[in-house]
């Protein structure tokens, strides 16, 4: 991937089961226009529900959110169920991300075949980038796959839909939920950030008031 990234001179984030001695992470390596390999994100948050067993085979992340510095941009990478927690999101904000990327692979719910998450998926995204006034890429697979248990066969279909959102979150480029497909998006980081300080969104911040958000129940607070 490096050879590549530096024969094309493209960012690439590329994902990876890692292991580090005892412990096992759903990372990404990011790989800059040159080769250079500018470090890792391990994923944070860790799901377990009926297809989605990754508590499994994953320890949680160590690294924290990140931003990463490339040649085009400073980028902030969250894996699959990162996405759907905003403080992840804002938190590669105020790092300098000034774009997002969720790899991702999602589709169908075992356990319920009428339950379609993919409308939700996008509008969770979109509300990241609209609430940091940053763009966003996702990308999910497509596809079916079908394995064994000791309850029958079981399947997930992925459907696809990957995106590219605009800072108001709008969806400037959308794939369907069956082919593979290449989207390509233009954005000027100069002009975004000139209107991401102008609403002032990161100016009125009050941490001091989020304290909250360090707790589980809401209640015990530092």
């Known amino acids: 991937m490096q050879q590549l990234a530096k024969e094309l001179e493209v960012v690439i984030p590329v994902s990876f089961f890692e292991e580090a001695n005892n412990a096992h992470y759903n990372s990404v390596a990011i790989i800059d226009a040159d080769g250079a390999d500018l470090g890792l994100y391990r994923k944070s948050h860790i799901p377990d529900g009926p297809g ?26 969250g894996i699959c169920w990162d996405q759907w927690f905003p403080e992840c999101a804002i938190a590669m904000a105020l790092l300098g991300a000034e774009i997002l990327f969720y790899p991702t692979a999602i589709g169908s719910e075992p356990q319920d075949c009428n339950l379609d998450s993919r409308e939700h998926w996008k509008r969770v995204m979109q509300g990241h980038a609209g609430a940091n006034l940053v763009p966003l890429v996702a990308s999910n697979r497509i596809g079916r796959e079908t394995v064994d248990t000791e309850h029958g066969k079981s399947s997930i279909t992925f459907y696809g839909n990957s995106f590219i959102a605009g800072p108001t979150g709008e969806i400037v480029k959308l794939a369907n939920d069956k082919d593979e497909e290449v989207l390509v998006a233009e954005f000027d980081l100069d002009e975004i950030k000139s209107i991401r300080h102008g609403w002032g969104i990161f100016r009125d911040r009050r941490p001091e008031l989020y304290k909250v958000l360090l707790t589980l129940d809401g209640e015990k607070q530092s």
């Open 52 to 77: 989605y067993q990754e508590k499994f085979y994953f320890n949680p992340g160590d690294t924290g959110f990140k931003a990463f510095k490339t040649k085009y941009a400073t980028i902030g990478v």
